[in-house]
């Protein structure tokens, strides 16, 4: 096992919890014998019995009748290493994942366990950071369970212009995955980064790579999202700004599901930039999610604001924005709604 020579307790996922987790699941709601669990796990009927106790004190409710065997009623609301493995495995995604019931940053841990010999990709996942970063030096709100802190790195050794548009993509693939899971709610992609709804934030992605003369090295793909926690709770500061995809779909979402969906989002998106098989081009993937376009806009160029009416992105993923004097492109930094539409 790697040791990455700090405080933080991981908590692995289990094979045979995951086979238990596995065959309740695909019970759809009837019994599982003991006797058959314990058969296809090759461990004794008392040893199951432990396993589903553990399973209980984890989150899981796990009903057992005499004679018929055990049945799965309700699946735990918190990250749980093993049903997350189980929802990735039902997806076709093989990304490994380390999860941290506390770290001080998911970014973080990647790139530690990279300098101890981890080898990409694998996913860092957790329930609170105590450190969590945002974009531009920001601080990214980390303390709440209900929601996912998650990054993924990668290994590429190519050159960095083949990756250049990633986190544009993977917002597109991590976007569309939500959306399946709340097909009511317009979620949209605020230009570059953000995830929002009806003009507030329920997702930020921060991507940090590291380079030398030969291309990208390591690229950490970092995003977090506010999943299940209630607005209300959220800091002074950004309670009108923030929002959650609870609070946008009016019930909460299977976590696990959640986090599943969007690690293999972030896959996709990665497989596509590096295979170059996308058949879509990012201005037209990018159309139907612009959380921008048509609005009252202000960015910054250096010290310059170009204040206009924001548009698509173009090619090399540059955010246009129709000013008195031309069409102007935006290649990096931040964009402000104008008239008290509320971003962040
Ligand atoms: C932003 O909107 O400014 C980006 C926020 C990115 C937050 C995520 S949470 C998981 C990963 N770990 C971090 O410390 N930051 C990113």
């Not at 380390?98 to 770290?103: D, G, K, Q, S, T």
């Not at 980064?193 to 030969?214: I, P, Q, S, V, W």
Request: charged share 20%.
């Amino acid at each position: 096992m790697l040791n990455t020579d700090n405080e933080y307790k991981r908590i692995e996922s289990s094979t045979d919890a995951c086979s238990i987790i596995k065959a309740l699941i695909d019970a759809s709601g009837d019994h599982v014998s003991g006797s058959l669990l314990a058969e296809s796990l090759g461990i004794s009927r008392p040893a199951i019995h432990g396993k589903l106790e553990k399973l209980r004190d984890q989150g899981f409710t796990i009903e057992a009748i005499r004679n018929r065997g055990y049945r799965i009623s309700k699946l735990p609301e918190v990250l749980h290493p093993s049903l997350l493995r189980h929802e990735l495995d039902q997806l076709g995604c093989e990304l490994p994942v380390l999860y941290y019931p506390v770290i001080d940053s998911t970014n973080n841990e990647a790139e530690r366990q990279l300098t101890h010999g981890r080898k990409g990709p694998f996913a860092v996942t957790s329930s609170c950071q105590t450190k969590g970063r945002g974009r531009l030096g920001r601080t990214w709100q980390s303390g709440s369970a209900d929601n996912l802190y998650q990054s993924v790195l990668f290994e590429p050794n190519i050159p960095a212009q083949q990756l250049q548009h990633f986190t544009l993509w993977a917002g597109i693939h991590i976007c569309r995955a939500l959306k399946a899971l709340t097909p009511k709610a317009p979620l949209k992609i605020k230009w570059p980064n953000d995830l929002h709804c009806e003009g507030r934030k329920f997702a930020g992605m921060l991507t940090e790579a590291k380079m030398d003369a030969d291309g990208i090295r390591s690229i950490v793909f970092g995003v977090g999202i506010n999943v299940n926690s209630n607005p209300t709770q959220f800091p002074a500061e950004i309670r009108t700004l923030a929002t959650s995809l609870y609070a946008i779909h009016g019930e909460e979402l299977p976590l696990n599901t959640v986090a599943a969906v969007t690690l293999k989002a972030i896959t996709a998106a990665y497989d596509a930039c590096i295979q170059g098989t996308s058949e879509e081009s990012l201005p037209e993937a990018w159309a139907p999610l612009n959380a921008l376009e048509g609005k009252s806009v202000t960015a910054l160029r250096g010290n310059t604001e170009i204040t206009g009416i924001a548009g698509g992105i173009d090619v090399t993923g540059a955010l246009l924005i129709e000013t008195p004097n031309g069409v102007e492109a935006i290649r990096a930094g931040d964009v402000t709604l104008k008239k008290n539409i509320p971003n962040s």
